[in-house]
């Protein structure tokens, strides 16, 4: 999965940091923001619209990537472990088994 730096963790709780310094404390929901705060890497509070969520790498859900394609399922070590890859079109691409 070359080229794949966004996905989204469908549900979450905790302190999410974004590979641009970016900080969310609270919950996700469906892939969006439910309720929190976001700050920039100083520490001031922004807008949660602005969040950018491409530095996490592990979690079970649908995971959206620039080039349009999705993986459904679960990533370990940024990578896809258990689930299937569909390409931008909707259609099956490969089913992913511990990493393979």
Known sequence: MIGCTQ???KQSEGILTS???????GVLKDGKP???SLYDKQGFEKEVSDFDITDIKEGEGTF????????EGVMKDGKPWDGTLYDKGGFEKK???EGV
Do not use: A, H, P, R
Not at 19 to 25: C, K, L, R, V
């Open 34 to 36: 439910l309720s929190g």
């Open 7 to 9: 996905y989204v963790i």
């Open 64 to 71: 959206t990537f620039d080039n349009g394609e999705t993986f």
């Open 19 to 25: 590979s641009n310094g970016d900080t969310f404390e």
């Open 95 to 97: 089913i992913f088994s």
